[in-house]
């Protein structure tokens, strides 16, 4: 299956090949190229270039053609830190906050995770693949094109190893790439009220080695949050993660600083996530790191909670990545378009800062740099393609419309909009 775009008012972020990440004072800068062409076959791209150097094609069988005229064109937005696969939604919760309950007096009440892992634990495998893949579907119409899901609403082996298989399928039943993250660290079950380190044993010693053989995640996280888990257990599950090859994205930060960040850079974390309260330490032991901090503003904006210190990141010059945290406690939103306007309104990040946040460092913070995050010759056909817009900041500008004509994943289209010939 082959494509063409052309008349692009611009591809937006033909960033170098070769580029894996965009540091903070760099972020700023992201390349376009105006009034373009693009080509895709077999769901990669094979070239682009200006209309007026366009070298026209010879066989117009079997060709998608996507005339962009007045459109921007931009790689597909990757969603690093979601929670996507749940049984049911929460907003009887949700009712309770605005009488007044905070997010951690539902959970000390039994609500919070520990309410959606009971629902999870009755419902079948089936119907908790067919709810997810509805939400992907909505996902992908938005522009999404990869995305991150955790595990962690499941907090025994059978309903962990459950979450993971749905995950798997859902990778082989969609089009956009995923990536699979154990969570079983995501809060104490009541079984274990009495046995925090029984049930430590559990994801290290059973959960884990089962995951691992199977093949069903490619990374671990663990809340480490005061009243969830500590330093040391978050230690003691990046350590056994290392030791079958998983890398850790993990949830620091949230609401209290206890040294997770420091304890994660140390371990060689991927990416540290939530980052809202940030003490002068946190930010010292992420600079010079490898490690992509990600900031989930949708949460902040849901929670009524600090947003995190987007500008501090970046002036440390880190690799600032953003996600929406998709669950249905926190934050009951996948949509990125939403997360971008929030990133210029409420974390102060340019437009262009926040593409790239949505983009390569995106795709970076779940390893899939070489594959997606911007507009480059052998990368994935990712891409959105926008409505007749007057600027690229009119997108997070004009905030809650739906601004997106056509989304391509791999080459081929997964919505259809007024572009397509
Ligand atoms: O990232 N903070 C921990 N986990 C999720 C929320 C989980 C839930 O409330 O269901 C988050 O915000
Ligand atoms: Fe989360």
């Known amino acids: 299956m082959r494509l063409l775009i052309k008349n692009a008012r611009a591809l937006v972020g033909t960033h170098p090949a070769e580029l894996r990440r965009i540091t903070g004072r760099s972020m700023a800068g992201l390349p376009m190229l105006e009034d373009a062409w693009l080509t895709a076959d077999d769901g990669r791209i094979?070239?682009?270039?200006?209309?007026?150097?366009?070298?026209?094609?010879?066989?117009?069988?079997?060709?998608?053609?996507?005339?962009?005229?007045?459109?921007?064109?931009?790689p597909g937005w990757c969603d690093p830190h979601t929670h996507t696969v749940f049984a049911a939604p929460r907003d009887g919760e949700f009712v309770d906050r605005i009488r007044g309950l905070s997010y951690q007096e539902i959970a000390a009440r039994g609500g919070g995770i520990l309410n959606s892992a009971r629902m999870l634990r009755d419902m079948n495998e089936d119907d908790l693949f067919e709810q997810a893949k509805a939400?992907?579907?909505?996902?992908?119409?938005?522009g999404?094109?990869?995305?991150?899901?955790?595990?962690?609403?499941?907090?025994?082996?059978?309903?962990?190893?459950?979450?993971?298989?749905?995950?798997?399928?859902?990778?082989e039943a969609l089009p956009l790439q995923l990536k699979a993250t154990l969570l079983a660290a995501h809060a104490l079950p009541p079984e274990f009220k009495d046995d925090r380190a029984g049930y430590l044993d559990l994801i290290?010693?059973?959960?884990?080695?089962?995951?691992?053989?199977?093949?069903?995640?490619?990374?671990?996280?663990?809340?480490c949050e005061t009243n969830y888990f500590t330093v040391a257990e978050l230690e003691r599950v990046l350590e056994a993660g290392a030791a079958h090859g998983l890398p850790g994205?993990?949830?620091?930060?949230?609401?209290?600083?206890?040294?997770?960040?420091?304890?994660?850079?140390?371990?060689?974390?991927?990416?540290?996530?939530?980052?809202?309260?940030?003490?002068?330490?946190?930010?010292?032991?992420?600079?010079?790191?490898?490690?992509?901090?990600?900031?989930?503003?949708?949460?902040?904006?849901?929670?009524?909670?600090?947003?995190?210190?987007a500008r501090e990141l970046m002036e440390r010059d880190l690799p600032l990545a953003l996600a929406t945290d998709h669950n249905?406690?926190?934050?009951?939103?996948?949509?990125?378009?939403?997360?971008?306007?929030?990133?210029?309104?409420?974390?102060?990040?340019?437009?262009?800062?926040?593409?790239?946040?949505?983009?390569?460092?995106?795709?970076?913070a779940m390893r899939l740099e070489e594959e997606l995050g911007s507009i480059a010759v052998g990368k994935r056909a990712s891409l959105i393609v926008t409505g007749r817009v007057p600027s690229l900041a009119y997108l997070p500008y004009a905030f809650g419309q739906d601004h997106l004509d056509t989304v391509i994943i791999d080459g081929r289209p997964v919505r259809a909009g007024a572009a397509l010939a």
Not at 144 to 171: F, P
């Open 135 to 142: 939400r992907l579907e909505v996902m992908m119409a938005q």
């Open 46 to 74: 094979t070239g682009f270039g200006p209309m007026a150097e366009w070298p026209g094609i010879d066989d117009w069988n079997d060709l998608t053609v996507v005339d962009a005229e007045g459109r921007y064109v931009l």
């Open 249 to 309: 994205k993990v949830h620091v930060n949230q609401f209290t600083s206890i040294g997770g960040i420091q304890a994660a850079v140390a371990h060689g974390a991927l990416s540290v996530d939530h980052l809202e309260v940030m003490e002068p330490a946190d930010l010292d032991a992420l600079a010079g790191s490898e490690t992509i901090p990600t900031l989930l503003p949708s949460c902040s904006f849901f929670l009524g909670i600090p947003y995190g210190p």
């Open 204 to 223: 290290v010693n059973e959960l884990l080695p089962r995951v691992a053989e199977e093949g069903l995640a490619d990374f671990v996280d663990v809340f």
């Open 328 to 364: 249905p406690g926190s934050t009951p939103s996948g949509n990125m378009n939403f997360l971008l306007s929030l990133a210029c309104i409420r974390l102060r990040m340019l437009p262009e800062e926040a593409v790239n946040a949505m983009t390569l460092n995106a795709a970076a």
């Open 144 to 171: 999404t094109v990869a995305a991150e899901i955790k595990s962690g609403y499941g907090l025994s082996l059978d309903s962990e190893l459950k979450m993971l298989r749905v995950v798997k399928r859902l990778k």
